[in-house]
């Protein structure tokens, strides 16, 4: 008997898949669309197997999806630009183009071994002139649509790579490359207006019913609608032309245990007092070193400065405020000056005490009237409290209540208005960088800011470059920025700033629909092939991108680019859990962890050695894998010693999709076991011939033709729930029948061949190149990948009996096994004389007898 050889047959059916070009995709009526796609790659060198357990499951959605009849567009692509590839090139003395096709190169020849049904036709890459530069034409459409905006903004401005950071690129206050401490600058920079989206995008992730609830919650809170109250302090001892001091809150209910004001440190009067006075002058500077993500104002310590202005309270003028510049507050979130009410807000009660400030209670909890020392008071807004200091009426109320009264208060008074905000801030897309697509305007003295012309398009980058990690080198470049208005024909100087790599990713799922066409989308091609129906992907994005992808999605339908119906490009989203491996780490001479990968450490039961040296190592428990911490496993080590349909079997099998699975040399070798079995089962099996009609079987023969077809419907309901290794576990079942049906003739001779084409059929979406052998070797010169799914007989898939427990005064005690169709007072009268019951019972008669049928039977004593 032989054994199955991964390495013959799955390059075999590679080359067949490739020559009947049986992925690539094209419109067809007759048939309904699928568009699966999962995340695609930025190309930082070589993947991984945590990677392909991503690819994998969509695999998986792709080849069922077609089975089921469906065209199905299955594309992959790379998120090119950036800087890491900027840096690496530097680091290398290379060129970022040439290490990032390097990378892609390498990235594509470990992804087409494992037998993706990609459409490879369709690759595209966004450091592609034909793709950014129809991202240029987009950029042009959406400025002349009014969505896009150039304005200043304060920044976090790295002062040695002269370049804006992103706040997930300022860690503890400094840049994550060079570690110079991050100013805080304010720059004319480019912005998508997506706060004007706020309220739609909000509004409609409820009807994102497809996509995990932790998301929605995650993009919900990132967008975060507020409903608050807009006042004027009058100012007191104020430069001229600060006479109003403008503030929102979401607490108007707290005004009366309003205890200072404070503003940002870029707040235009904090900018006109430093101009004048070198201490406010100092600690502005001081402020503007910190980063200006929300987060790290948070865990920084609090600073304030007394600026010597007060403000009048809007409900006493006998009242004033003193006015603090603090390093906490935000100029971009409302109006960048707050009143704080220490009592309150744990962030304003720090600041309090740090600086001898009043505190005063608003309100306590309603049976506990102590009021707050160095901890704030801060229930949730649904909840009720005594309100013991208030200017609409005291007494027990919820927050949200208060609030409703405070608005309605002041508008009646005049002092203010009722506003709706949102946290979502504008998208800045400006980078100091050159591995990005460029911004296609162009800076002329006479016109202004123009936008290029479409069919100048693209505005390539330059390739001689001089890359040396600082500042930007497009604005060094002695002539690409040089060029000639669009609008007049003067001389003009182009934009150097490139996009946000935020960008490229934006909107790369509507170029697949038609990725060489000569404007964004070919709009018939749109219409055909959007929306996609499974999208996958990592939790991590499940902000940002996701947010920005669904802003793209409804500028490209303003602009003419997308239909109406793709305003939710996602239809349904799935995120993966992570696979995960142990680390390990040996010691250098001063003490630092040394990282090494599993092939270079030998394990026996006396604990882990380098192979290299023998030297002791330490073993640290599985985490992400990470090419950092060298925990990985190259896919194309398990393809040559198992095969690639092992690895995907094993990233299918051991945990549900949406967890984290341990990598382990035994699991793997599991997979491969199976594999081995069931084809060994196969060839040892007696089958009838193809196309044999179903001859009248005997019990043998029945039980495993019921248990085929329960295995068609399970793995059906699991594939189509995402419930992949539920899926693979049925499967193992289905071989255990198998395996345990004995005896000859031609009713399992029948049965056999039926559960063995079913297996291949089902199989197919995890292991292909397994299944389309077995298919092969049933007799069928059709591919599997051409071949329709399976169908369940319903009347074999259902069970004869049922198993119902038994419960005993609510407790459980037992379990019967009933005919499906049988009678209350057959179930009942069972019940009874099952022997856990009757010693339950110790001789008496029940009280009731509750037959609920096909679910349970209650006995109450």
């Not at 590839?85 to 071994?113: C, F, K, S, Y």
């Not at 304005?151 to 002062?159: C, G, I, T």
């Not at 994550?176 to 100013?183: I, K, N």
């Amino acid at each position: 008997m032989t054994r199955y050889n991964a390495r013959e047959v799955e390059p075999k059916w590679q080359a067949r898949w490739n020559e009947a070009r049986a992925f690539e995709a094209r419109p067809d009526p007759s048939r309904p669309k699928y568009y699966v796609l999962e995340m695609f790659p930025y190309p930082s060198g070589r993947i991984h197997v945590g990677h392909t357990r991503n690819y994998v499951m969509g695999d998986v959605v792709a080849r069922y999806k077609r089975a089921r009849g469906f065209n199905v567009l299955h594309p992959m692509g790379f998120d090119a630009f950036g800087l890491p590839a900027e840096n690496a090139a530097i680091e290398r003395g290379l060129h970022p183009d040439a290490w990032t096709r390097e990378n892609m190169a390498v990235m594509r020849a470990q992804m087409e071994p494992l037998g993706l049904s990609i459409d490879w036709t369709r690759e595209l890459a966004t450091c592609d002139a034909e793709y950014y530069g129809q991202q240029q034409a987009l950029f042009i459409d959406m400025l002349a649509a009014g969505l896009v905006a150039r304005k200043a903004s304060v920044v976090n401005w790295d002062p040695v790579d002269q370049t804006v950071l992103a706040n997930e690129q300022v860690i503890d206050g400094k840049g994550w490359r060079t570690g110079a401490p991050v100013e805080r600058r304010e720059l004319t920079q480019w912005f998508f207006r997506i706060s004007d989206m706020a309220e739609e995008l909000l509004d409609a992730i409820d009807g994102l019913e497809q996509w995990p609830e932790k998301v929605r919650t995650m993009q919900r809170n990132w967008i975060g609608r507020s409903r608050g109250l807009q006042f004027t302090f009058e100012t007191r001892g104020a430069p001229a032309g600060h006479e109003a001091l403008e503030v929102y809150t979401t607490r108007p209910d707290t005004l009366m245990g309003a205890s200072f004001a404070a503003i940002s440190p870029d707040h235009p009067l904090a900018r006109a007092l430093e101009k004048d006075n070198p201490e406010i002058a100092a600690f502005c500077a001081e402020c503007r070193r910190m980063g200006t993500s929300e987060e790290e104002l948070e865990k920084a310590e609090k600073k304030g400065l007394d600026t010597g202005i007060t403000v009048v309270h809007p409900l006493d003028p006998d009242w004033h405020l003193p006015v603090w510049i603090a390093n906490f507050v935000l100029m971009d979130y409302g109006t960048g000056a707050i009143f704080a009410v220490p009592a309150h807000d744990q962030r304003d009660l720090d600041f309090a005490r740090k600086y001898g400030l009043p505190v005063i209670d608003c309100y306590t909890a309603v049976n506990d009237d102590t009021r707050v020392t160095d901890t704030a008071f801060v229930p949730p807004k649904t909840e009720a409290v005594r309100f013991v200091n208030t200017h609409t009426g005291e007494g027990v109320m919820d927050a949200n209540e208060a609030i409703d009264r405070a608005i309605a208060h002041a508008e009646e008074k005049g002092y203010g208005r009722g506003v709706t905000k949102y946290r979502l801030r504008d998208w800045g897309i400006s980078r100091q960088r050159y591995w990005g697509c460029p911004i296609p305007v162009v800076h002329c003295e006479e016109c202004g800011v123009v936008p290029e012309r479409k069919a100048n398009l693209p505005v390539r980058l330059p390739e001689d470059v001089e890359l040396t990690g600082s500042g930007n080198p497009l604005e060094r470049h002695p002539t690409w920025a040089r060029t000639t208005c669009p609008k007049c024909g003067e001389p003009a100087r182009r934009e150097t700033d490139t996009m946000d790599t935020f960008v490229d990713s934006s909107w790369y799922f509507a170029r697949f629909t038609a990725p060489r066409a000569d404007t964004p989308t070919d709009p018939e091609a749109a219409a055909y092939w959007m929306n996609v129906d499974q999208y996958i992907g990592g939790v991590e994005h499940a902000i940002l991108h996701l947010l920005y992808s669904r802003f793209f999605a409804r500028a490209m339908i303003r602009t003419g680019h997308l239909p109406e119906t793709a305003a939710e490009p996602f239809n349904a989203l799935f995120t993966q859990g992570m696979l995960t491996h142990e680390t390990y780490a040996t010691r250098d001479a001063a003490g630092r962890e040394v990282w090494h990968l599993p092939e270079e450490v030998s394990r026996t039961e006396a604990g882990a050695t380098l192979l290299a040296s023998g030297a002791p190592v330490e073993i640290g428990p599985p985490i992400k894998m990470s090419k950092s911490k060298k925990n990985v496993i190259a896919p194309e080590d398990i393809i040559e010693q198992f095969g690639a349909d092992t690895a995907r079997w094993f990233v299918m099998s051991d945990s549900p999709p949406e967890r984290d699975v341990e990598w382990t040399a035994a699991g793997v070798e599991g997979a491969w076991r199976f594999l081995q079995r069931v084809w060994r089962l196969a060839g040892e099996a007696e089958l009838a011939a193809h196309g044999t009609p179903a001859p009248d079987c005997g019990p043998a023969a029945l039980a495993l033709r019921k248990a085929t077809h329960k295995a068609i419907d399970g793995v059906t309901a699991d594939i189509e729930g995402f419930a992949f290794n539920k899926a693979v576990a049925r499967l193992y079942e289905f071989a255990n029948a198998i395996q345990r049906t004995a005896g000859e003739g031609p009713d399992l001779a029948f049965a056999r061949r039926e559960a063995f084409e079913a297996m291949a059929r089902l199989m197919n979406p995890m292991v292909p190149h397994f299944a389309e052998e077995l298919w092969a070797r049933l007799g069928h010169e059709t591919m599997l990948v051409d071949t329709a799914w399976p169908e369940a007989d319903a009347a074999l898939a259902r069970d004869d009996t049922i198993l119902l427990p038994i419960q005993v005064n609510g407790k459980k005690r037992g379990e019967l096994e009933v005919a499906r169709d049988a009678g209350k007072d057959a179930i009942e009268k069972m019940a009874l004389d099952e022997p856990n019951v009757v010693r339950f019972l110790e001789g008496r008669a029940p009280k009731k007898v509750i037959v609920v049928p096909g679910r349970i039977v209650n006995v109450v004593v």
